[in-house]
């Protein structure tokens, strides 16, 4: 099991939707015993065309999107000297040892935690062509394009990521979250199934899953969807309130 950047974990975002949806992004997972807070509000979310552009909405939702998986935090960085001294020291190993995978993905999500999306895309990118077959690096690939609007590019890494690890609900969620970024309602509910079917105590997916139904004129489905995700959380009761009419 990899280790995962905790800190992040505390993201605590508010949910603002226009009419039936919700959407945030931030990076890396949490460790395996740490419970995922994933709301932390972005820039306000678009309608996107088909080739994922976004487009101007009238009002949008905010949705949180899933923490990226990291694979050599032993010791994770928490402040931006921590970062900075991260990339200082992956590029130190990358000038002796350029192929150094270790090394670049360190360095990508230290960028990524910057806010240096399109340098840690870059690196994520060369991380691929060493390690083609490496989920982790598809979903963090993915969760930076989600933090540009690049909808369909995010969406194809997810899709990526679940392909090489079919048991990640985060990836799955991921998925469904940038097809909610684009109004593809329909599209996003067999995502969030798949994620809540890996971890049937996954309230995200539940509450994101309600809002997808509601979005889709399926009150019923949205109402249970939406208790569970209370249940399971109890600050999933505001979307149920404004959801399923509660």
Known sequence: MTHRYASLLSIAGSLLFFSQCATTVETDKPTATAQRAMRQEVATPRAADSTGASLSASAAPAIPLPEAPSSVEAAAPK?????????????????????????????????????????????????ARLQPKNAEVYYNRGLNRLKLKQYTAAISDFSKATRYNPADKEAFFGRGAARMQMFQFKTAIPDFTKAIELDPTYADAYEYRGISFSSINKPNEAKADLEKATQLNPAAAKSLRRYAGK
Not at 106 to 115: E, G, P, V
């Open 79 to 127: 402040t931006s000297a921590d970062y900075r001294k991260a990339i200082r020291v992956a590029d130190a190993t990358l000038a002796s040892k350029p192929r150094d995978f270790d090394a670049v993905l360190t360095r990508a999500k230290a960028k990524s935690h910057l806010k240096d999306y399109n340098d840690a895309i870059a690196d994520y990118n060369f991380a």
